[in-house]
Each structure stands twice: as structure tokens, then as C-alpha cells.
Nanobody, 123 residues
Framework: QVQLVESGGGLVQAGGSLRLSCAASGRTFSWYNMGWFRQAPGKEREFVAAISWSGGSLYYADSVKGRFTMSRDNAKNTVYLQMNSLKPEDTAVYYC????????????????WGQGTQVTVSS
């Protein structure tokens, strides 16, 4: 089992920045690909970003490329999502997820999920 706890969400004006953190505990953190997904009200959950177990590979949704940066610190069992130039359409609950094995951006194939943190971007 892997337990994931997100933090860092909040209310920010358009154009502002936030950094989300996801602290992991349980099984060996460095074995897992880590990802961020989000779900806006009335919409399906969507992929945002992912990072391989080593940190050597990064994946981003087209909607956040150039604005969001994902990183991981295996010594601290933590992943981060730096979000810059935020837009109102980035408003959502952001979820951290962990997946063993091959990377995929299909959320249903990820093994473990956090409870989520709310990000609200005002215009």
C-alpha cells in the first residue's frame, strides 16, 4: 500500500502561481511512477502530468505544457507540481497518484490516489 497526501492548494488570481506537494508513505516510493490528475466540477478527471520512478521522464497534458513543472524528491518521498501562469480553467481538485509498472495517462490504471487538494483560480 502507498498512502498519498496532497497539500498546497488554494485560491489564486489568474496569472499567479501555486506549488502542490504530495507526500507518500508505505511501500518504496522510488519504485513508482507518480502523477497529477485533476477534476473540475461537472467534468471528468483528466491527466495533468507524470514523472517516471527515476525522474528521468516527464509527461504533460497539452493544456499545461510550458506552465506546469513536475518534479520528485525520492529522498523526501515527495512529488511537486509547480503551476505558473494559472488560468481560471485550471480550477479543479488536484489529485496525486502512484503507479507501478509502465507509464500511462489513463487514470483508471493508476494504483493509488490521494484525497485531493482544491485549486481555485479567479479571473
Amino acid at each position: 500500500q502507498v498512502q498519498l497526501v496532497e497539500s498546497g492548494g488554494g485560491l489564486v488570481q489568474a496569472g499567479g502561481s501555486l506549488r502542490l506537494s504530495c507526500a507518500a508513505s508505505g511501500r518504496t516510493f522510488s519504485w513508482y511512477n507518480m502523477g497529477w490528475f485533476r477534476q473540475a466540477p461537472g467534468k471528468e478527471r483528466e491527466f495533468v502530468a507524470a514523472i517516471s520512478w527515476s525522474g528521468g521522464s516527464l509527461y504533460y497534458a497539452d493544456s499545461v505544457k510550458g506552465r506546469f513543472t513536475m518534479s520528485r524528491d525520492n529522498a523526501k518521498n515527495t512529488v511537486y507540481l509547480q503551476m505558473n501562469s494559472l488560468k481560471p480553467e485550471d480550477t479543479a481538485v488536484y489529485y496525486c497518484a502512484a503507479k507501478s509498472g509502465t507509464y500511462t495517462n489513463t487514470g483508471t490504471l493508476w494504483n493509488y490516489w490521494g484525497q485531493g487538494t482544491q485549486v481555485t483560480v479567479s479571473s
